[in-house]
């Protein structure tokens, strides 16, 4: 991928806030389907199943969690995400952001 179509891309998603759409879309949609609170209990769970004394760092909890949480993300969720970066790939191309990267 070109720097020049990087660029490009970025200041398109800068103007328009898609990737802060996205982003909020997959906070909530996790927050209302029950990921979070699914993530917070694996986590209380790994603490007290194997003993705070095993787990050395919150960076240790989250690689052992990261797995499993990412696994729990329900399905409509994912397909939701893909919708809407189809979405912004699509207003990307009907601006004319995808001939520069063709191009390249």
């Known amino acids: 991928m070109s720097q020049e179509y ?7 998603l800068d103007i328009n806030n898609g990737l802060d759409r996205v982003i909020e879309l997959v906070h909530t949609r996790l ?3 029950g990921w979070r609170d699914q993530v917070r209990l694996a986590c209380r769970q790994l603490l007290t199943e194997s003993g705070s004394s095993n ?8 690689s052992t969690v990261t797995p499993k949480a990412r696994s729990m ?4 969720v994912k397909r939701e995400l893909l919708h ?3 979405m ?4 990307l191309e009907k601006a004319g952001y995808v001939k520069g990267f063709e191009d390249s």
């Open 6 to 12: 990087d660029s490009r891309v970025n200041m398109h």
């Open 31 to 33: 927050v209302e389907s």
């Open 55 to 62: 787990i050395s760092s919150v960076d240790e909890l989250i």
């Open 73 to 76: 993300v329900p399905d409509a």
């Open 84 to 86: 809407e970066i189809e």
């Open 88 to 91: 912004i790939l699509l207003n």
